[in-house]
């Protein structure tokens, strides 16, 4: 590899608009942060470009570049399509970690929950954090320790993680166990970087039970942070070897 690979920011892709939007900007942020290193922002599926014609673009060119998955859990996309695509490219990449429970992330979601309505100081509060939920049980654990992460900065009744879709609990079954430990102000946490259309179904039901929902994690330094510090590690540890 080359001293100055690309940085390939792999989001999932969604027909919504929102989400590839948020992606391009975050590679937008990423290249105010950091002059000079040449981002790409590309998609699985759905979204254009396309992962793999970004990374066959590079590689015909003789560049080299580090993949940094976009992805909040170290799932199906990222341990089984992402490695695909990037061998179907023929590509000579080094791929970082997913974003996964960063703790940037988990201090951004403190953010957004406050700006909800959540302040960390506030002990009638109960926090339902939802995530995408995945068929990969080891996916969902990871993803569950966002609760004792976020509650061990706050005050607050409890943090329980519901699952979008796939496994339980649902929003529902989340609120009844943080209402039983005497929370009286709920708030839904999205654990998703942009809105699509399973945000709005999770803002659906929480509008269904009375509960507020917080933003999405959305284009923020604090990702595009998490995102570079990915893409340093993987730098350093080739430096390293």
Not at 55 to 73: I, K, N, Y
Not at 92 to 100: N, T, Y
Not at 151 to 164: H, K, L, Q, Y
Request: charged share 20%; glycine share 8%.
């Amino acid at each position: 590899m080359t001293a100055d690979p690309a940085l390939i920011l792999a989001a999932h892709g969604s027909a919504d608009p929102r989400s590839p939007q948020v992606a391009q900007a975050l590679a937008g942020r990423i290249r105010r942060l950091r002059p000079g290193l040449d981002v790409h922002a590309a998609f699985l599926e759905t979204s254009a470009p396309f992962v793999g014609d970004v990374l066959t673009d590079l590689a015909r060119r003789g560049e080299s570049a580090v993949v940094v998955p976009m992805l909040l859990a170290s799932a199906h996309h990222a341990r089984v399509d992402l490695p695909a695509v990037i061998e179907q490219s023929g590509a000579e990449v080094r791929v970082a970690e997913a974003l996964g429970e960063d703790p940037a992330l988990i201090t951004l979601l403190g953010q957004r929950l406050a700006a909800a309505g959540a302040p960390a100081d506030r002990r009638d509060v109960g926090v339902v954090v939802v995530a995408v939920g995945t068929s990969n049980d080891a996916a969902n654990a990871r993803t569950s320790t966002v609760a004792a992460a976020l509650c061990s900065r706050t005050r607050w009744a409890g943090v329980e993680v519901a699952f979008a879709t796939g496994p339980h609990p649902t929003v529902a079954e989340a609120a009844i166990r943080l209402r039983s430990r005497g929370a009286r102000h709920l708030v839904v946490a999205p654990w998703f970087l942009a809105h699509g259309r399973i945000t709005d179904r999770v803002a659906a039901s929480a509008a269904e039970l009375g509960i507020p929902m917080a933003e999405p994690l959305g284009s923020h330094n604090l990702v595009a942070a998490a995102l570079l510090d990915r893409f340093d590690d993987v730098c350093l540890a080739r430096v390293a070897a």
